[in-house]
C-alpha cells in the first residue's frame, strides 16, 4: 500500500501528468511523469483500463504496481506527480518483469532533461 498522502485521487491530477508530463514505454506499462517546484510528498496514480481483463485481473495488477511502486517513491523527486499505466501484458507478466519494466522507464524519466525535448 502507498501511503496516503501519496496517493493520487483527483482528476485533474491524472490528466496534468497525462498532458503535461514526459512518457517513457514499456511493453507491459507507461509511466507518465510530470514534476513541479513544491515541496509536498510525490503523487502516484495507476489506471488500469479494461483492455488489461475483468476486475479481478485489474485488480490484481493495480496491488502489484501498487506494492512495486512503495518502494520506489523515494526516487521520485518532492512535488512530483507519476500516473502508471498499465498494458494489456502486464495481466500475465510477472512480478519481475513488471519491475523491470518499471525500473527501465523510471530511469528513462528520471535522467532526461526537464523540458522533455531529448
Known sequence: ML?????????EEFAEAIRRGRRAGRPSLVVHFTAS?????????????KAVGDAVTRNRVKRRLRHLMRARL???PRGSLLVVRA???????????L????DVALQRLMR???DGRS
Open 37 to 49: 517546484e513544491g515541496d509536498e510528498t510525490p503523487i502516484v496514480g495507476f489506471v488500469v483500463s
Open 74 to 76: 523515494h526516487l521520485l
Open 3 to 11: 501511503p496516503p498522502a501519496s496517493r493520487m485521487r483527483r482528476g
Open 112 to 114: 532526461r532533461p526537464r
Open 99 to 102: 519491475a523491470a519494466d518499471l
Open 87 to 97: 498494458n494489456p501484458p502486464a495481466a500475465s507478466a510477472r512480478s519481475e518483469l
